[in-house]
């Protein structure tokens, strides 16, 4: 199993939703400006693109040996 923790982003100097959305980068490209992000709340997850200037938490990868 796997832990994702709800840290909100950064967007310039301030943390938002912390500690009630989590959102997660793809390693996918939407445009050069945006990347697939997954947002997770307690009661919804999405994917949805969002700018690359935002500091989201990274997925997690498993290594397939």
Do not use: H, Q
């Amino acid at each position: 199993s796997i832990f994702l923790p709800a840290a909100g982003f950064s967007a310039g100097r301030e943390r938002l939703f912390a500690e009630s959305n989590g959102y997660y980068w793809s390693s996918t490209e939407k445009d050069p400006n945006n990347a697939w992000t997954l947002d997770i709340s307690k009661d919804n997850a999405s994917v949805v693109g969002g700018p690359c200037v935002r500091l989201m938490s990274v997925r997690a990868v498993r290594d397939a040996k």
